[in-house]
C-alpha cells in the first residue's frame, strides 16, 4: 500500500506542475475567454449518470475529466469583465497561498497545532483591526465568509446585550438594502420575523435615521427591548454606506449593539480617497469583512472582527477534556474558543502572502481604480439621454436601465432591462446582471476588478446599447428624449 502510494504521488506531482502552466496560462489570457461558458448536454448527461465507483479509476483520467467536464464550465466571477454580484478580485498569489496552505494542511483551531500560522492569522485580525480604529482589547476570527461572520457577530451580540428571559422582548433594527445573510443569522440565533425591524432606505440608499429613531423609541414605549441595530457599509446593490456616526450615538442611547457589515465596504479602509465614507465604523461593537471580496483573495476568506474579544470567549468558549493537551497555558484564548468551529484551516495565510507581496498602498490604489471605473460608467451612461442613472457610482457600483421616451411602463422598462442583462450575459463578453430598487429593475455594474479598463467599459456599454430589445419595444420607443 505504501509502494502504491508513493507511485501514485509521483504522478499528482507531474500533474500538479502541468496544472500549475494550465492555470498561469489560463489567467493570463482571462480577457480572451468568455465568461459564462454552459456545460455540454452530453456532458451534463454523462455527469448525472456517474456515481461514487466501488473501485477506483486511472488517476489521470479522473484529472482530465475534471478539468475538461467541470471546471471548464463555470462562470468566471474572476474575470475582468464581471460585473455581476460582486465579481472576484482573486490573484495567482492568493491561489498560490491556497496551495501551500492546504499541501500543508494545518489545524489552525490552536497555537499548539501550528505556531507559526496562529501568529499570522493573529497579526493579521489585529492589523484589521487597526484598521478599523478598534481599541485595544479587540480581536476577531478568520472565518470562511461574511455570512458566518454576521452569524458569528450576532451571537455574540445576543449573548452581550440579552439575558435569556429577555430575548422574547428584544427587536433588531436593519434597512430594506441589509444583506439577506443577516436575517438568516437571525433566524438561526432564534428571531422570530415579528423581532425583526426592516427600516426604510433614503434617496441615497441608506439607512433612515429619522425613520430608525422612531422605531426604536416606539419599541422602548411598548416594552420591547432595542437590542442591536445591523449598519452596513457597502451595500451590495448600490454601494451605499449608512450613517455610521448617527447610528453609533443611537445604539450608545440605548445601550444597543452596533454591527456593520462591511462585507464588502470595509475594504475601503485600505484607501486613502476612499476611508473617509467609513467615518464612523471604529464606534461600532463588530465588523465583518470578506477579503474575498475586494483584497485579491480566492474564496473563503472573511473575517469578523469585535471590539471587545471577551464578547466572542462569552458565546464560544469550550473546553472539553480532548483539547486539555492542546490548549497552551491556562488563560490563553485559543481559535477555537472565538467561534463555532473547531477544526478549521489557515485561511489568513494567503491574505498574509498577497499582503506581503503587493503592500497595502497597491491594495488602496486598487480599491481606488474600482471606484474610478464605476465613476467613468456613470459618466458614459449619463451622457446619453436614452439612459437613466438610477443610483450614482459609490464604492466601485453603478446602477442605470434604458429608459427611452415613449416607454412608461414599469413593468415593460424592467422586460426591456432583463433582456438586456441576459442577451449580454449569454454573449459571453461580459456579465452584467439586474437588480430592483426602489421599485426600479435596473441594470449593475460593479466595477471593481484590477485590470478592468475604460476600453472594457466602453466595449461592454457599447455591446448593451446594441442589443436594444426592439421587438418589444413600442414604435415611438427609440426615438432621443429631447433636451
Known sequence: MEKERRKQ???VGKLMKGFVDQTVEFYNGMKERKICRPTDKKVWDRLCRQTVPVKGRPLEEVYQE?????YMSISLAQHPRS???VPSTASLV???GDIMTNAFNPHASCKRNALAADLIEKKMIHWMCDLAGYPQGCGGLFVSGGSMANLTALTAARDSRLKEEERGKAVVYLSDQTHISLAKGLHIIGFFQDQIRMIPTDRDFRMDISLLKEAVKEDAGKGKIPFAVIATAGTTNTGSVDPLPEIAALCKEYHMWMHV???FGASALLSEKQRKYLAGIELSDSLSWDAHKWMMQTYGCSVVLVRDQNNLTRSFAAHPEYLK???????SVEFWDLGPELTRPARALKLWITLQTFGSQEMGTMIDHGCEMAEFTEKVIGSDPDWEIVSPARLGIVNFRYAPAGVSSESELARINQIMARQMTESGYAQVFTTEIHG????RMC??????TKEDILLTISRLKSLKPSDILKDNSCHKRTA
Open 94 to 96: 492568493s491561489w498560490m
Open 83 to 85: 460585473f455581476s454580484c
Open 261 to 263: 457589515d462591511g462585507a
Open 66 to 70: 475534471m478539468l475538461d467536464d467541470v
Open 325 to 331: 493537551d492542546a490548549k497552551g497555558s491556562k488563560d
Open 447 to 452: 466595477t471593481i476588478h484590477p485590470e478592468t
Open 9 to 11: 504521488n509521483i504522478l
Open 440 to 443: 426600479k429593475r435596473v441594470l
